[in-house]
């Protein structure tokens, strides 16, 4: 008997990767071992949170997207091959168990990725890209309809890699312009895919979209526990930090209230490109968020590293923006939606960054309560819409 499970074990981890097909995407979960790699996520992101807390500039910024991006687009390139293949054996959880590993290196090494742990961040980056393209090869000689997508993802790969090699040997700013450039060479190599692509069963409507909202999930804790962390870390509270604080705390739910009610559990439009394009949106909306959960951890710190005035500003620009994505994301969801509150989205998020210009000179709380009025008028005019009734337009 043990030789036989033994031998079922085995077979299991040689398994060759099998396409999911229209009835296998019907009403497919996020499993558990997504949730185990999702936790993973959830340090690196609070590490490299931490970068742009320590730089509140706009080369912090930029370095702070550099780096971000890295760990998410390994996010997405496992969360992508999951949606097209069987992944319920033992070679995909000791190939995730790996990934595990790999990524722990962002945020190991995220404190010093401009400085001396440059070419470690940039290595770990490379070693998680070649553990998935270990994937894509596998696709590319066992699974034939899917073979010249694998073709283009792996010489895409090729390029992408060669740089980020060049850029381990590389000093000064020139190294940083080659770990651009592979990176946008990544992003881009799925956009020429998009015909073949049309050939394969459509993404899941249900698993998708739910491995998005968990990740965006992760980004809004990463506000909730920088709040609570400025709050614990101050000797003397102040009536004025309890107040801020409960006012960003309203801001996470209101981003979350926008997200969830009209994105997540929909999915993207069926059309391949609209799938790709919603989901690109995602990384910026990632980006944005993060940013703004730092920015808005200045309003209850003690004695905030930037002065007011450029925090409100920060914070304005980072949330507007992120209004602007859900709003062009909403676009390009798959429901009976009316087009009028995708519009109202981004009509909110320039006026959020508006109320950061007008009242930058003001009192912090001055801005914080006006832009929680804005999102929350939005939010009781959409419930009112909701029990009324009202018609769908198309």
Partial sequence: MLLIGCNMNLNSFFKKPALLTDSHNH?????????????????????????IMEHPNLKGLAEFI?????PVWIWMLDTFYKERFETDNNYTRFNNFLLMFIISGFAIFSHHAFGKYAN??????????????????????HVDVFSPIAKKYLAGSFFSLSFLMAAIYIEGSTKYIFWTIALVFDHLIPLFTV??????????KHRLPERFGLFLMIILGELVATVVNELSQTHELRRSQFANG??????????????????????????????????????PLFIALTAGAVFLSYFVAFEPAIPAK?????????????????????????????????????????????LGIIFKNYRQEIFLLSANICLYVFILTHIKEAWSGSPVED
């Avoid at 497919?28 to 970068?51: C, E, N, P, T």
């Avoid at 550099?66 to 890295?70: A, G, I, Q, R, Y």
């Avoid at 015909?195 to 899941?204: D, I, N």
Wanted: net charge positive; proline share 1%; hydrophobic share 50%.
């Fill in 27 to 51: 009403n497919r979960k996020v499993g558990w071992l997504d949730l185990f790699l999702d936790l993973y996520f959830v340090v690196v992101i609070s590490k490299l949170a931490h970068h």
């Fill in 120 to 141: 470690c961040y940039i290595i770990t980056y490379i070693a998680a890209h070649l553990l998935l393209d270990i994937r894509w090869l596998q696709t590319y000689r």
């Fill in 195 to 204: 015909k073949e692509h049309k050939k394969l069963p459509a993404y899941s």
């Fill in 66 to 70: 550099l780096l971000f991006v890295c």
């Fill in 310 to 354: 450029e925090f409100i500003v920060l914070s304005a620009l980072t949330l507007g923006c992120s209004l602007l994505l859900k709003g062009m994301i909403a676009y390009s969801t798959d429901q009976d939606l009316k087009y009028s509150k995708a519009f109202h989205q981004i009509v909110l998020g320039a006026t959020v960054i508006g």
């Fill in 246 to 283: 409960f006012l960003v705390l309203l801001i996470g739910f209101a981003f979350w209230w926008l997200y969830f009610d009209l994105i997540a559990g929909k999915g993207p439009k069926k059309k391949v490109y609209v799938t790709f394009i919603w989901s690109y949106l995602h990384i």
